[in-house]
């Protein structure tokens, strides 16, 4: 069966910092880009970043870009997004997905497995 499994979440003060785990099980993790996507209250899912199958290629939607930081350890079927300069803006519930393509694409339906979230709360 395939996998994904989000952790990390938790409440967070504004200006904080903090790191994700996503694990990857029944697939061939080695193969597949991995992203984040997050979600808020009565908001539309939100691309936040992307890795390529190598760890050579990153991408980051405007919004987070030089905050957090999309990583991969391919021995640990593990993906990260370590998140720094948190604000109560980033307040959502974080997804991780795994894609049947190689490249560090932004568009959600390049993704085909999902992860069922975890939630980050900034406070302010």
């Known amino acids: 069966q395939v996998q994904l499994v989000e952790s990390g979440g938790r409440l967070v003060e504004a200006g904080g910092s903090l790191r994700l785990s996503c694990a990857v099980s029944?697939?061939?993790?080695?193969?597949?880009?991995m992203a984040w996507f997050r979600q808020a209250p009565e908001t539309e899912r939100e691309f936040v970043g992307a890795i390529s199958w190598t760890g050579r290629s990153t991408n980051y939607g405007d919004s987070v870009k030089d905050r957090f930081t999309i990583s991969r350890d391919n021995a640990k079927n593990t993906v990260y997004l370590q998140m720094d300069r948190l604000a109560p803006e980033d307040t959502a519930v974080y997804y991780c997905?795994?894609?049947?393509?190689?490249?560090?694409?932004?568009?959600?339906?390049?993704?085909?497995?999902w992860g069922q979230g975890t939630q980050v709360t900034v406070s302010s």
């Open positions: 997905a795994g894609s049947r393509f190689r490249g560090a694409r932004w568009q959600r339906d390049s993704y085909d497995y």
């Open positions: 029944g697939v061939a993790f080695r193969d597949s880009a």
